[in-house]
Antibody, heavy 121, light 107 residues
Framework: QVQLQESGPGLVKPSETLSLTCTVS????????WSWIRQPAGKGLEWIGRIYTSGSTIYNPSLKSRVTMSVDTSKNQFSLKLSSVTAADTAVYYC???????????????WGQGTLVTVSS | DIQMTQSPSSLSASVGDRVTITCRAS??????LAWFQQKPGKAPKSLIYAASSLQSGVPSKFSGSGSGTDFTLTISGLQPEDFATYYC?????????FGQGTKLEIK
């Protein structure tokens, strides 16, 4: 059974960099798309971006100038860095796995449990 | 960005009911549409992708339809565990975008 687990500091100071890691267990990290999604308290879901195991990335333009994603296949992990954070970046951050089915349709099948990151001094 | 609009924003129904949630895209997205279920304090769960394909392990009481700009999620025979918030998401073009969610509550 594939499991994803987010980890990282739960509290980040304004203007600093938020850093999260998602560890994949029960399956290989190879040949999948790995996404980050966030959700402020009481609000909807926002797609941050995704990285393929080759290292190819696509970021949400609304965050692109501040986002960096990376993947470490040797550790079965991928990471998110979000710089110059403000209170507006306070949210639960989820990692998720995506792939294309035999017909080429994209699907997300596994999610991490989420981790709350609070931006506050 | 493609805007996704769900209706209604909230919905009250009884156990055993059949309900339908609508998702409309601001431009055509073919059938690159997924549905997710989220319960309070939990991660979203993937239900449907490609507008009508059920994710593995998802019961057939959930069904999706639509293409282009208009999509629906139908849940038959509501059970207590189905009361949750449902989100649609388009994967036709980046950035992938979600609807604002539909909260399904027990009447």
């Amino acid at each position: 059974q594939v499991q994803l687990q987010e980890s990282g500091p739960g509290l980040v100071k304004p203007s600093e960099t938020l850093s999260l890691t998602c560890t994949v267990s029960g399956g290989s990290i190879s040949s999948y798309y790995w996404s980050w999604i966030r959700q402020p308290a009481g609000k909807g879901l926002e797609w941050i971006g995704r990285i393929y195991t080759s290292g190819s990335t696509i970021y949400n333009p609304s965050l692109k100038s501040r986002v960096t994603m990376s993947v470490d296949t040797s550790k079965n992990q991928f990471s998110l860095k979000l710089s110059s954070v403000t209170a507006a970046d306070t949210a639960v951050y989820y990692c998720a796995r995506g792939s294309h089915d035999s017909s080429g349709y994209y699907r997300v099948d596994y999610w991490g449990q989420g981790t709350l990151v609070t931006v506050s001094s | 960005d493609i805007q996704m609009t769900q209706s209604p924003s909230s919905l009250s129904a009884s156990v055993g009911d059949r309900v339908t949630i609508t998702c409309r895209a601001s431009q055509g997205i073919s059938n690159y549409l997924a549905w997710f279920q989220q319960k309070p304090g939990k991660a979203p769960k993937s239900l449907i992708y490609a507008a009508s394909s059920l994710q593995s392990g998802v019961p057939s009481k959930f069904s999706g339809s639509g293409s282009g700009t208009d999509f629906t999620l139908t849940i038959s025979g509501l059970q207590p565990e189905d009361f949750a918030t449902y989100y649609c998401q388009q994967s036709n073009s980046y950035p992938y975008t979600f609807g604002q969610g539909t909260k399904l509550e027990i009447k």
